[in-house]
């Protein structure tokens, strides 16, 4: 689960996080009154959309990028205008981008320097790792690629947090002295505790800066929340902005499934996820685009298997459906009776490949072969591939 940028440096505020002050704005009239009610002589107007790139997205048909410095109450009207409404467009988003509608008026600050903080859970260790660079402002990953050598880490325990003496050897790599390091020591620390305690899968401050005092300050707050840890933060569940999701995903995952939208024409309905990500692969290997990720699971029902050919055959761009199963826990039998009441409530209005493997698989296939249904069988993954491949070319 994602949050917006201003709810994350309200968790670093409370942290004792040192973030700026900002306000969120829904208008240009409110992004003015925000203008005078933080006083200073600049600020600084952020456009809020679950996607990083935004000070160098732009809105869509226009010039306008997503974060813009202003010095006046009517600029910051302007930009606000400019933003709300509009579709931002960053690396992240893909060509459609994501509609703004909120902004966040933010403080300026006396920037010295630009560095870089980010933790993530290393699967290779089993633990969280600190992640710090002297690039602060640029995409990490592409520091990585051009110069890995400028990124330092730390992986710690999560029972014990980051120990002093890593933050401190952290911020000797940074090149900070003085005050400095004892401030970075102290941010280090709070960062990697509420990465911890709130379940994040990533916590990112891009650019952490060092003001010309020497404190240091979370210019920016990417925080992402793992899903299956939820039912035990209920004040961080209501974060949770729907506007910012795709509706098949929500609709999927209040149905018990797991579904990531993808921009093919090939649905797939698979069980397990290690299935699926093979049925996709063996796809494109025979010259199709799978239209998503589709993990019914293990145990799935009749009405998860319908909810899943409502939300596949709701996407205009599917052409034909593959539905993979491999009977284990799950009975081909259940997925086959499944199949077809789902035809009975949804109609399948493209072509049906279905490939069953497993537990009753023959008195799966006989109960499809004798439903009277026009369904396409499949011996085997690729049979299956090379022939739903074929079906939605020919649609």
């Not at 401030?183 to 990533?202: I, P, Q, T, Y």
């Not at 069953?356 to 993954?381: M, P, Q």
């Amino acid at each position: 689960m994602k949050i917006h940028e201003f709810q994350g440096k309200q968790l670093f505020r409370e942290a004792g996080i040192a973030v700026p002050e900002g306000i969120v704005a829904k208008t240009p009239e409110e992004a003015a009154a925000a203008f005078k009610q933080l006083g200073g002589p600049i600020a600084v107007v952020k456009a809020q959309v679950h996607a990083g790139g935004r000070g160098k997205g732009t809105i869509k048909g226009t010039e306008q990028r997503g974060v813009e410095l202003v010095k006046t109450a009517e600029d910051a009207a302007r930009v606000a205008k400019a933003l709300l409404g509009g579709d931002l467009v960053t690396i992240q988003t893909g060509a459609e981008g994501q509609t703004v509608k909120q902004v966040l008026v933010e403080a300026g600050c006396d920037i010295a320097r630009e560095l870089y903080l980010g933790i993530v859970v290393d699967r290779g260790c089993g633990k969280p790792v600190l992640m710090v660079s002297t690039e602060g402002g640029m995409d990490i990953e592409k520091v990585a690629h051009e110069t890995p050598h400028l990124i330092h880490t730390a992986e710690f325990d999560p029972d014990f947090g980051l120990q002093s003496y890593q933050a401190r050897k952290l911020a000797w790599k940074l090149g900070l002295s003085g005050t400095s390091v004892r401030a970075a020591e102290k941010l280090m620390r709070a960062v990697c505790k509420v990465f911890v305690e709130n379940d994040c899968s990533l916590a990112e401050v891009n650019p952490l800066v060092v003001t010309g005092s020497g404190d240091l300050m979370a210019l920016d707050a990417k925080i992402t929340f793992d899903d299956n840890a939820m039912f035990r933060h209920a004040k961080l569940a209501e974060l949770r902005d729907t506007a910012e999701e795709d509706p098949n995903e929500l609709r999927a995952g209040a149905a018990g499934l797991s579904y990531v939208q993808l921009e093919g024409n090939i649905g797939c309905l698979v069980n397990g996820a290690g299935l699926a990500m093979s049925t996709m692969d063996i796809v494109k290997l025979h010259g199709g685009q799978p239209s998503n990720f589709l993990d019914v699971g293990g145990g799935a029902n009749k009405d998860q298997v319908t909810e899943a050919f409502r939300i596949l055959l709701g996407d205009p761009d599917v052409k034909a459906v593959l539905v993979n199963i491999f009977g284990g826990i799950m009975q081909c039998t259940t997925i086959a009776n499944a199949i077809l009441a789902a035809y009975k409530e949804v109609g399948f209005n493209v072509p049906l490949v279905v490939r069953l493997e497993g537990t009753e698989v023959e008195e799966g296939r006989k109960i499809l072969a004798e439903s009277g249904v026009d369904i396409i069988n499949a011996e085997g993954l690729t049979d299956a591939a090379k022939k739903v491949v074929a079906a939605a070319t020919a649609a």
